[in-house]
């Protein structure tokens, strides 16, 4: 690749190694995850062949978490996150405690300074966004009490990670660590988190007195001009614009500025819009924060020191698991909601590889101990799908609040979302007296639904095979998929068309395209939104029209 072109050479080369390996990590029935930091370590300097430029990767990467966590905020309201306080504040802070303490534990085994097992088990301690939110996201728990509760505690998470990277260098030098000259004071210590918090306190602040009316009206003015493309690029200058002035102005992460630039911009009647416009952009950033964390990792690290690694990732995948679960229950919440944090916890990610980095810097952390560290993320990473789909299928045969009867139902209707499209289709189902089984993620929305009666429901991702069977898919009339996911809807006709090769499936699409694929996928008929709009539309104009002869 020319060397003139670094930034071209780096985004081309991660996204098609990415793709390439991606698609033979699926082929494979592994994570597609695995197949993006496989597609790190290839172009790292660590393999031979070439080797990508790792601070353009970060910072590609770094847009990607921007733009994910900008999307969060999007769905995610002030009244959501003062909801969540109460567990969210105090079980990140315990939860970040015992995983540090494990870190330092392990430190002082393997005779390490107390400086260096303090911000090993920092690193540890702290979960990661991206990989969080995929998983929320791909079965759609941002908008439950789990999601809303996780989301909670990783911005919890970040706060302190924020005051973490900021008091690092005075802990370092009141420890005594890799610092000449004289240690600085407590007074100075306490000086410097007074700032910090305060300024964060400032931005905070900020954002709900002059963002929340600001932001709305301006996406509000953009639309009024008609541009799409003009609305598109006001997105995303709010978005990367309140990020970048966050970090530089107040000292807050890149990712807490872009949530609460989401957040700000979800009080906009546009928010829903504004979301779909950053979608594209946002995946394909993200994929690129796994490449660089691939480019990071040095493989010889797991053959010269595979216990401690080993210990490295219990500490990940099994202490800080259990610390979440037993915080959660011990909230009164049901041991679902205490399994889906646990999970969702069991990994780290950018922040404590910024950690690291700055520990390294600061001669606080060595060299061997920072791809230690690499190397158990990693391992958390690729497990983490896999503790996901354990968790799924848990959840879908103990279920405490499903009901019982599902699997006697005979001669019913399937059907499958409960947005927009689903509750019209599930009114006239009702309507006409059919025997109606809803099957939704959205646990408020399921709440609702069995307080108001008249309609059986189970709570799950369609796309599972457990969830279809529970809904008894062998003695229903029809299948009705009313989520607006293609490609969702794409896993789901798959999978009841395994389970039911008879089965009359009714899928919805936006595009020709996404017809053709779910119809090949083996849906019995594509509702094509655009084209029935246009059949309403021409059919409605027919009296007019010959009235006029």
Request: charged letters at 15%.
């Amino acid at each position: 690749m020319h060397d003139a072109t670094p930034l071209i050479a780096t985004l081309v080369g991660g996204l098609v190694l990415a793709f390439i390996f991606g698609a033979l990590a699926l082929r494979l029935r592994l994570p597609v995850l695995a197949g993006y930091l496989v597609a790190g370590v290839v172009t790292g300097p660590f393999t031979p062949g070439y080797v990508a430029d790792a601070h353009i990767a970060q910072e590609l990467a770094d847009l990607g978490v921007i733009l994910l966590m900008f999307g969060v905020g999007l769905h995610f309201s002030l009244k959501d996150l003062l909801a969540v306080k109460a567990i969210s504040i105090p079980g990140a802070a315990v939860q970040m405690g015992v995983a540090t303490g494990l870190g330092m534990l392990l430190g002082w085994w393997l005779g390490w300074p107390a400086a260096q097992g303090f911000v090993f088990g920092l690193a540890l301690s702290v979960a990661s966004t991206v990989v969080l939110l995929r998983a929320m996201e791909e079965r759609r728990l941002l908008d439950t009490d789990r999601g809303r509760i996780a989301v909670g505690w990783l911005i919890v998470e970040d706060l302190a990670m924020v005051l973490a990277l900021v008091l690092l260098p005075a802990i370092g030098g009141f420890l005594g660590a890799g610092h000449d000259g004289p240690a600085p004071t407590v007074g100075a210590m306490v000086e410097t988190v007074a700032w910090t918090v305060g300024k964060v306190v400032v931005f905070v602040a900020l954002m709900l007195i002059v963002g929340k009316r600001a932001i709305p009206w301006v996406l509000q003015a953009v639309s009024a001009s008609g541009s799409r493309e003009l609305f598109r690029l006001a997105v995303l200058a709010i978005a990367l614009g309140v990020a970048f002035g966050a970090a530089h102005l107040f000292d807050v992460s890149f990712e807490l500025g872009a949530f609460f630039a989401g957040m700000m911009m979800g009080e906009s009647k546009l928010s829903q819009r504004a979301a779909e416009e950053t979608l594209p952009l946002r995946d394909a950033f993200a994929v690129l924060f796994f490449v660089s964390i691939g480019m990071l990792f040095n493989p010889r690290i797991v053959v010269e020191q595979p216990w401690v690694v080993l210990a490295a990732c219990l500490i990940i995948i099994v202490g800080k698991s259990l610390a979440a679960f037993f915080i959660v229950r011990g909230f009164g919440r049901p041991p679902k909601t205490a399994l889906t944090i646990a999970t969702s916890l069991a990994q780290i990610g950018e922040f404590s590889f910024i950690l690291a980095g700055l520990g390294v810097s600061l001669g606080l952390l060595s060299a061997q101990a920072r791809d230690i560290l690499l190397a158990a993320a990693i391992v958390s990473i690729l497990v983490n799908p896999l503790l996901f789909v354990a968790l799924d299928r848990w959840i879908a045969r103990h279920d405490a609040d499903a009901p019982d009867d599902h699997p006697n139902m005979a001669g019913h209707t399937v059907l499958v979302g409960h947005g927009r499209v689903g509750r019209r289709v599930l009114a006239e189902l009702q309507a006409a007296g059919l025997r109606t089984l809803l099957i939704e993620s959205d646990e408020d929305a399921v709440r609702e639904l069995r307080e108001r009666g008249g309609v059986e429901v189970v709570i799950g991702n369609a796309a599972a095979a457990l969830v279809l069977a529970e809904a008894n898919l062998t003695d229903a009339r029809a299948l009705i998929i009313a989520v607006s996911d293609p490609f969702e809807g794409g896993q789901i006709v798959r999978a009841a068309r395994a389970l039911r090769p008879d089965l009359p499936i009714v899928a919805r699409a936006h595009s020709p395209e996404c017809a053709d694929h779910l119809g090949g996928l083996g849906a019995s008929k594509v509702i094509y939104g655009e084209q029935e709009v246009a059949r309403s539309m021409f059919e409605a104009a027919q009296p007019q029209r010959q009235s006029q002869h």
